[in-house]
């Protein structure tokens, strides 16, 4: 069970002509992750980024897009872990959900088993399942006067991601490719996720809104690679389970959320299902 919930971290985090992006982050504190959420608020309607984890901030994030008094065009969901998807059935429910065909067929499968999978946190969880009903399919896309670049990023933190930028902005929804200010969700795959924030380095966008912790520039980018980078040498020399933990928390006491070692740890060095 999590610590107690403290207030989240609300903000505008650019603004241009009519557009406004916000950035809702949850608590950092003891046994949290700091799931970070977004909304880009255009003159007629609000399109939001990922639905929270826990019923408590799912439903704070509705009352904030709801406070904007906008409608809601809809909700991009970036990934199938349970952590940007639990929170659509506690607070997004009548909204559209758009997400990959991969992600939607795996919590139309899996989606049950994964909510049932987190009984521990008790009424922390919504008690429904939201499957996402439209396809985000990568390309150009304009709602609401606003230019959209969707893409569909394999074999990083999960094995399909779906990315948002906004070139007009500069700024780029990057999600769960992005930890900032915290302990990374490590899988497999750290050689293709290295060369995928390599290529976010030299683009164009110098705004970055991760999945977890607060919204970042290059400089952050450039440390989750070396963070990265670390993590793939410890791994080469053999150490897993706590011994790992316990080197990547030594080189990085700086970062917060180390909860998300108990997450992946028995995943990544155990074999355990991934719901």
Not at 14 to 37: C, E, L, P, Y
Request: glycine fraction near 8%; aromatic fraction near 10%; hydrophobic fraction near 40%.
């Amino acid at each position: 069970m999590p610590a107690q919930l403290s207030d989240p971290i609300v903000m505008v985090v650019k603004q241009a002509g009519d557009v406004r992006v916000h950035t809702f982050v949850s608590s950092f504190g003891d046994g949290h992750i700091a799931n970070a959420t977004h909304i880009v608020e255009s003159r007629n309607s609000l399109v939001l980024v990922d639905g929270q984890f826990l019923a408590p901030y799912a439903r704070q994030f509705r009352a904030y897009a709801d406070s904007l008094r906008k409608p809601i065009d809809r909700l991009y969901l970036s990934h199938r872990h349970p952590d940007h998807w639990f929170g659509l059935g506690a607070a997004f429910r009548d909204v559209t959900v758009y997400a990959l065909s991969e992600t939607m067929s795996f919590i139309h499968e899996h989606g049950e088993d994964s909510l049932a999978d987190h009984w521990k946190l008790g009424g922390l969880l919504s008690e429904h399942v939201v499957v996402p009903k439209q396809v985000a399919s990568p390309g150009e896309e304009t709602i609401d006067g606003v230019a959209y670049v969707l893409d569909r990023v394999t074999d990083t933190e999960t094995d399909f991601h779906l990315t948002l930028g906004l070139p007009e902005l500069g700024v780029y929804f990057a999600q769960d490719l992005l930890y900032s200010g915290t302990h990374l969700y490590l899988t497999s795959q750290l050689g293709r996720w290295i060369r995928v924030l390599q290529d976010l380095l030299v683009s164009e966008y110098e705004l970055f809104l991760p999945g977890h912790g607060l919204p970042a520039d290059k400089n952050e980018v450039a440390r989750n690679i070396e963070y990265l980078e670390a993590a793939r040498q410890a791994a080469g020399d053999g150490l897993t389970g706590t011994a790992f933990k316990d080197f990547m928390l030594h080189r990085y006491p700086e970062r917060k959320c180390p909860a998300i070692f108990d997450i992946y740890l028995p995943r990544l060095f155990g074999g355990a299902r991934e719901y």
